[in-house]
Every structure is written in C-alpha cells, then in structure tokens.
C-alpha cells in the first residue's frame, strides 16, 4: 500500500472517537459498526501478515461488531480505544518477557550499537508505556461503560491524545538528560 493510503488510514483511526460521536448524532450504532469493521479490514491489509493482528484484533472486533448489531447498544463502538490500548500494552508487554524491548526495538532504528546503559534505558522506558497503557486502557474502559457520549469522545479523542503527547515529551526531556549525563556533559 502507498504512503498516502498509510496516513490517510492512521488519520482516520485518529479521528476514530470524533467520528464515532458526530455519526451517532444522525447514524444507528449498527450502521457505525460498519465503519469500525472497515477500518479495522484495512488496517490489517496495511500492516501485512502481522499474527498478532489476526489472533487477537479479528476475534474481539467480530464480537463487539456482532454485538453492537444484535443489540443497537454504541458500547462496542465505544470499546475501540480500548482494544487499541490493550493491543499496545501486550505488544510492549510481550517485547519485556522476549527482548528487545519494543522501544529499543524503535532506538535500535536510529542507532543500530546501543551501549548496555541505553538499552537498559529503553527497557525502562517500555515499563512506562506499559504502565501508560494499563491506565489509559482503563480509562477508556470506564469512560465507555458510564460516561456520556460526549465524555467519552473528549477523553479517548482528545485527552488521552494529550496525555500521550505529554509522555512522548517528558521521556525525551529525560533521555536528554541522560544523554548529557552518560557523555560525561552533565550540569
């Protein structure tokens, strides 16, 4: 697939709980599962073969589309960030039982020889997606089953957005520093 088709298809699922909202304003919560089914189809065709994408994504999104069908209710709508959250978490998860860890995985894309210090860094730094994921997952979760609509799609489509952000910053503020540190420029 183009790079185009890439973007345009990660934009989406960002824009996954403002479309989500805004449909149920004027669409029937079986009519939206559709658009969930659809875009979850060309995720996988996009990213290829990836096992964990069909073993875990394909049977979990079946049930909360058959659901959302049988009984009209938007919760497995709603559920979406969750399973992306969950998906994360064992994906970083399972990259801390069987290294590399995934960020270092990601460092390694960069700067193919880290030193030990490093990777013991990127370990760390999984730990806290990890954590990250477990809380987010969680309070995508409790937004889904007892807040509104509007709650819902401002937290899983703005905050937790927001949040990530803030952690992506505040871990490269400290990788700074102990960049500085480990080059012997500490201040």
């Not at 934009?11 to 939206?32: I, K, R, S």
């Not at 089914?37 to 909360?64: F, T």
């Not at 039982?97 to 390694?108: C, D, G, I, L, Q």
């Not at 954590?131 to 937004?143: E, H, Q, R, S, V």
């Amino acid at each position: 697939m183009s790079m185009t088709v890439k973007v345009l298809l990660g934009l989406v699922t960002l824009l996954y709980p403002l479309a989500v909202y805004t449909g149920l304003q004027t669409f029937e919560a079986q009519q939206l599962i559709v658009l969930l089914v659809l875009l979850a189809g060309l995720r996988l065709l996009v990213q290829g073969d990836n096992p964990m994408n069909h073993w875990l994504w394909l049977p979990i999104l079946a049930l909360m589309a058959l659901a959302t069908w049988i009984t009209g209710s938007d919760l497995g709508l709603k559920l979406y960030p969750v399973l992306v959250n969950l998906s994360l978490l064992t994906l970083f998860g399972w990259s801390l039982k069987f290294p590399p860890s995934a960020v270092e995985r990601m460092a390694r894309l960069r700067e193919p020889d880290l030193p030990d210090a490093a990777i013991r860094y990127t370990r760390k730094v999984t730990q806290v997606w990890c954590a990250f994921f477990c809380i987010n997952g969680t309070m995508a979760l409790l937004t889904s089953l007892w807040a509104s609509t509007e709650v819902w799609a401002l937290y899983n489509g703005l905050i937790a957005y927001l949040l990530m952000a803030l952690l992506f910053a505040g871990e490269w503020l400290v990788r700074q520093r102990v960049q500085r540190r480990a080059s012997g420029n500490s201040l």
